[in-house]
Structures are given as structure tokens and as C-alpha cells.
């Protein structure tokens, strides 16, 4: 079965350094995303990506963000400059039209920021 | 942000019976609903979903009921199984492949 794959599993950084999550959404989909799960807290949209742009984008996703496309199977989310507060689960999912609505979500990758 | 809300954060029941979740919301644009199961350490794994053109959606032993007019809906799952045990998670969106609003969470137990 298809899957969303994300890597690395478990990233340490320091805060101020820059940080890039990847992502290889499933292939045939067209829309992906970016999500957070804060520790305890809920899972949040950050950005929406579709046809190369961003779609939409919430409150938390400021400048230090970015997200890329840089190829047929990658996305990627960068922050620029790491923050104590950027520590997370940072969930890629992605989606296409069809007879189902549901974001199939890969494991996550796990952000430490010290 | 409370536009997706679950009330219970835990429910316990036993191997058998029924177990069931609630969602309220109240953005009345939402027009999809969905329930993901989420484990420690992975992404969340989708469930079952309705639209709001509909009230009641079954997918073996998952049903998920809408009540539009309480902007409220439920998951029931029947009967509950011990790998049922797990964190489960309403989401609404406002269309198709638009953002997800998750509510936060209830982690259900299901005892041998």
C-alpha cells in the first residue's frame, strides 16, 4: 500500500541553526502538507503546497519557514533559524481528488530544539 | 483555537463493547469530518469520514454519525478490541484537500 515516508525520524539541533524535514508524499497526489503536534497539544496546520505554490498558510508559518518541491517525489519544510518553541512532531501528509477526502499522514519526524 | 473540540480525553471500556467518541465544532463552514487513530511515535492513520450532506457513515465495525444541526458528531465503534487502544482524533475541513482542524484527541483503552 502507498505510504507518506518522512525523514529523519528523531532531529537534534541547536536553536538559531536551520533545519530541513523531508518528505516523500505518494505519488500520484497532488496536494501535501505540513503539519505540528506541539507536546500535549494538538496537531496544527502550518502550510497547504498545490500545482507548485503555497495554497494556504496559518498564523505560525512566518518567514522562517519555507516549503519546497525541489523535485517529482520530495517536500520539503525549512526553518531557517530554530526557535525552543519549533520543538515538535512535524507531520508531511498529502492528498489527491477521488472517492475519498481523507490526508494519508507519514510518521513524523520528531524536532528537538536545545 | 477551539473550532474542533473533544470533551473526553480518555475512555476506558471493555473487549467487546461499544466505545464512543465524541466531536463537537463550531465553524459552520466545515463540510467534511474525519476520525484518524494515531499510535505513539507515528503519523495519524485515517479512520472513516462524512460529509455533511450525510448522517451516518459505516465502515465494518466504525460508524461516524453527524448531527449538523448540534454540530456534533460521534464514533462508534463496535465491538471494541484491545488493538483498538489508541489516540483517536476528530479532524474537520471546510472542503476537500483543504486544511484539517483536528480536535485534541481522546485516548481510548480497550481492557481484555
Known amino acids: 500500500e502507498p505510504e507518506v515516508t518522512q525523514t529523519p525520524s528523531h532531529q537534534v539541533t541547536q536553536m538559531g541553526q536551520e533545519v530541513i524535514l523531508r518528505c516523500v508524499p505518494i505519488?500520484?497526489?497532488?496536494?501535501f502538507y505540513w503539519y505540528r503536534q506541539i507536546l500535549g497539544q494538538k496537531v496544527e496546520f502550518l502550510v497547504s503546497?498545490?500545482?507548485?505554490?503555497?495554497?494556504?498558510k496559518s498564523e505560525i508559518f512566518d518567514d522562517q519557514f519555507s516549503v519546497e518541491r525541489p523535485d517529482g517525489s520530495n517536500f520539503t519544510l525549512k526553518i531557517r533559524s530554530t526557535k525552543l518553541e519549533d520543538s515538535a512532531m512535524y507531520f508531511c501528509?498529502?492528498?489527491?481528488?477521488?472517492?475519498?477526502?481523507?490526508?494519508?499522514f507519514g510518521p513524523g519526524t520528531r524536532l528537538t530544539v536545545l | 483555537d477551539q473550532q474542533v473540540k473533544q470533551n473526553s480525553p480518555s475512555l476506558s471500556v471493555q473487549e467487546g463493547r461499544i466505545s464512543i467518541l465524541n466531536c463537537d465544532y463550531t465553524?459552520?463552514?466545515?463540510?467534511?469530518f474525519l476520525w484518524y487513530k494515531k499510535y505513539p511515535a507515528e503519523g495519524p492513520t485515517f479512520l472513516i469520514s462524512?460529509?455533511?450532506?450525510?448522517d451516518k457513515n459505516e465502515d465494518g465495525r466504525f460508524t461516524v454519525f453527524l448531527n449538523k444541526s448540534a454540530k456534533h458528531l460521534s464514533l462508534h465503534i463496535v465491538p471494541s478490541q484491545p488493538g483498538d487502544s489508541a489516540v483517536y482524533f476528530c479532524?474537520?475541513?471546510?472542503?476537500?484537500?483543504?486544511?484539517?482542524?483536528f480536535g485534541g484527541g481522546t485516548r481510548v483503552l480497550v481492557k481484555p
Open positions: 465553524n459552520s463552514m466545515f463540510d467534511y
Open positions: 501528509a498529502s492528498y489527491t481528488p477521488g472517492t475519498s477526502n481523507e490526508q494519508f
Open positions: 479532524a474537520a475541513s471546510d472542503a476537500a484537500g483543504n486544511k484539517l482542524t
Open positions: 503546497f498545490y500545482n507548485n505554490e503555497i495554497s494556504e
Open positions: 505519488s500520484n497526489h497532488l496536494y
Open positions: 462524512i460529509s455533511s450532506i450525510k
